[in-house]
């Protein structure tokens, strides 16, 4: 795909070659996310950071990104905060804040919200996760983190074996991850949920027509023993008709560490997009797999930021611009990507 100009929607947009291309602009913002090198590329440029839900690290990273780049970012948080609250439709919200950016970033509560959005903005909108929809660039960041995990002992994307537990029906990660993983090889997929909270039908669909093979259960125990990824996932109670129902899959699926030991290979990455629920009736990703060395998520929130570097290098066109600004750090900058 061309990427310059582009709005972000949906991995349907992408082929192989579209990720591949992302991932090695992704692996060119290493050092820059990393505070080896600056850049000031996009200087003088605005991001409009636009969150009608909640969030920390899709908002954050997505901010951060930006002014690595050299960009400022300005943000909304909230429909209160936000003339929504006053009936103002979103095309007309589009049309004002496309006049005050040069890209934006954009997390909805209803599925569809934000290309409806971009359909009336001036300017490449980059979905942030709307509704039960979507959540593109998690899945690229995931995708990319999996890529790096497996890499360290020689396994690669083609063939992964990959165990998606929890909340499936209304998981927008998982349902952009299970997208993508259809552009590659081989892929054996276990769906692990209650029945109620299955993976929708027509992406169980497009997974087996484009050759991967796909087991529904909900069994935990079977479903991780033979994985290279167990993503866990939460129950996104938010999604629900009313509380009482959301309470009654609360902590179903609960990875600790023995858990963990008990079933897993040894070398199984364990991976989450959080936030991870960690109230005690929920707990579905013990806190006493933080010093797993396989425990990724961490990881994963890290390579949020240059995957995000990565997308609005590619669509404000400044790609080849970067290591040309280059200039080394001169402050101190710790110990946190060693
Ligand atoms: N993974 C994710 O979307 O997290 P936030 O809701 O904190 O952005």
Redesign the pocket.
């Known amino acids: 795909m061309d990427f310059i100009g582009s709005h972000i929607l949906s991995i349907d947009q992408f082929e192989r070659a579209d990720i591949d291309h992302i991932f090695s602009v992704a692996r060119m913002m290493e050092p820059y996310a990393h505070r080896h090198q600056v850049t000031k590329v996009l200087d003088g440029a605005i991001l409009g950071n636009m969150f009608f839900e ?6 954050v990273s997505f901010g951060c990104a930006f002014n690595l780049l050299g960009g400022e970012v300005r943000e909304t948080t909230g429909f209160e905060n936000s003339a929504l609250a006053k009936g103002e439709s979103l095309y007309d919200t589009a049309r004002v804040l496309s006049g005050y950016s040069d890209v934006i970033a954009m997390r909805h509560p209803a599925s569809g919200s934000v290309a409806e959005f971009a359909s009336a903005s001036r300017v490449p909108v980059i979905n942030g ?1 709307d509704g039960a929809n979507e ?1 593109p660039t ?1 899945a690229l960041l995931d995708l990319y983190t999996i890529e790096k995990e497996l890499k360290s002992s020689g396994r690669s994307l083609d063939g992964l074996r990959i165990g998606m537990i929890g909340d499936l029906k209304h998981g927008r ?1 998982v349902h952009s991850l299970a997208k993508l993983l259809c552009c590659y090889k081989n892929i054996n997929l276990q769906l692990v949920s209650p029945d109620a909270l299955q993976m929708p039908g027509e992406l169980v669909e497009l997974l087996s027509s484009t050759g991967h093979q796909v087991t529904i259960s909900d069994n935990l125990a079977s479903s991780i023993a033979h994985v290279d990824i167990v993503y866990s996932t939460r129950i996104q109670e938010e999604r629900f008709v009313s509380q009482q129902e959301a309470d009654l899959y609360r902590g179903k699926f609960r990875l600790n560490q023995s858990v963990y030991t008990k079933h897993c290979e040894p070398n199984t990455v364990i991976m989450h ?3 991870r629920d960690s109230r005690a009736e929920a707990n579905e990703l013990d806190s006493d797999l933080n010093e797993n060395p396989n425990l990724a998520i961490f990881r994963q929130t890290d390579n949020g930021v240059v995957l995000r570097m990565a997308l609005f290098a590619l669509v404000l066109d400044v790609v080849n611009l970067v290591d040309k600004s280059a200039k080394p750090v001169n402050w101190y900058t710790g110990s946190r990507f060693q």
């Not at 909640?54 to 908002?59: A, G, I, K």
């Open positions: 909640p969030s920390t690290r899709t908002r996760g959540h998690q990660t997009p959080l936030p």
